[in-house]
């Protein structure tokens, strides 16, 4: 290694990225890896080869090296490659290394930071929606939240992506424990139907987040959005909050992109790939018979 390649000269930041020197033919491999990682398939050479942009021959001095270490197999009969045991083996490694909620802490200290704006990540706990880490903006805002304290399932934009994301069986007995309690609940949040809260649970999946103008505190709003884990299970929900001036709602909002993107990363960290829109799925029309 030389002078000042050591671990502390380079550095990680929350996209994934990383600065400092590095050794090209290992970022190349890495790119044959990366194709076939998207695919999710076995895949022909010229293809692998296609979508890093290196030529055919090049993939296979790559691809033989991965053969050796066992990162990669080829099927014999069809000449195809597809990831092998060893790449699982390293999969298996880092999901027991890695610890989801002190990554997405980490990362919120700098959202929080860059957005100006508090940031909470709330999981799901014996009583519903919990909050595990709130992260005060420099401008702190006028709210009083804390770890441990309980969102209400109906009555926050919180609560809501709970409701969307979360299974049936989880969700349905806290849902009627919040109804039934009705004013005597303990949770942040007012109560809402449960015709209502279907109907915005319902907007929640079309969207992807969800969104709480001057309620359950008037003249702050919050965003929420969700990340998925490797198995597409909810484990965390981001929530924005700031003053109404501040923190738009409308779909042109620059902090709903903000968010959006700070969740969708984050998933990507847990593995998760979100499922090609419908709109891509094309169609396969049925052969016309013959006259």
Do not use: C
């Not at 030389?2 to 090209?24: F, H, K, L, T, W």
């Not at 990162?71 to 060893?86: C, H, I, K, N, P």
């Not at 699982?88 to 610890?99: D, E, K, P, T, V």
């Not at 770890?147 to 109906?154: C, P, R």
Request: aromatic fraction near 6%; avoid cysteine; charge should be neutral.
């Amino acid at each position: 290694m030389a002078a000042g390649d050591g671990p502390g000269n380079v550095i990680a930041n929350v996209n994934g990225e990383v600065a400092g020197r590095g050794v090209q033919s290992i970022e190349v491999g890495g790119r044959l890896l990366a194709v076939m990682v998207e695919s999710g398939r076995p895949m022909m050479l010229r293809d692998i080869a296609g979508g890093a942009d290196v030529t055919p021959a090049q993939a296979h001095a790559y691809l033989v090296s991965f053969r050796k270490l066992g990162m990669v197999e080829q099927d014999t009969a069809t000449g195809r490659y597809q990831l092998g045991s060893f790449a699982l083996q390293l999969g298996l490694a880092r999901m027991r290394a890695f610890n989801p909620l002190r990554f997405a802490g980490e990362a919120a200290v700098q959202l929080s930071a860059e957005l100006g704006l508090m940031v909470t990540l709330t999981v799901w706990g014996s009583f519903g929606p919990t909050i595990v880490q709130v992260h005060e903006a420099a401008d702190q805002v006028h709210v009083n939240l804390r770890a441990g304290a309980v969102y209400s399932l109906s009555g926050t934009a919180t609560g809501r992506v709970f409701g969307a994301f979360m299974p049936a069986t989880a969700l349905a007995p806290r849902l009627e424990e919040e109804l039934a309690e009705g004013s005597r609940r303990q949770r942040i949040g007012a109560l809402a139907t449960r015709e209502r809260f279907d109907l915005e649970v319902a907007l929640v999946r079309r969207q992807g987040y969800a969104v709480a103008e001057g309620s359950p505190i008037p003249g702050i709003n919050g965003l929420a959005g969700p990340v998925f884990d490797h198995t597409g299970q909810l484990q965390v929900v981001i929530t924005l909050i700031g003053p109404t001036g501040v923190v738009s709602t409308t779909t042109a909002s620059p902090q709903i992109a903000a968010l959006l993107d700070f969740t969708q990363r984050l998933s990507a960290q847990l593995g998760h790939r979100p499922e090609p829109p419908v709109d891509n799925v094309v169609a396969v029309q049925p052969r016309r018979k013959r006259a």
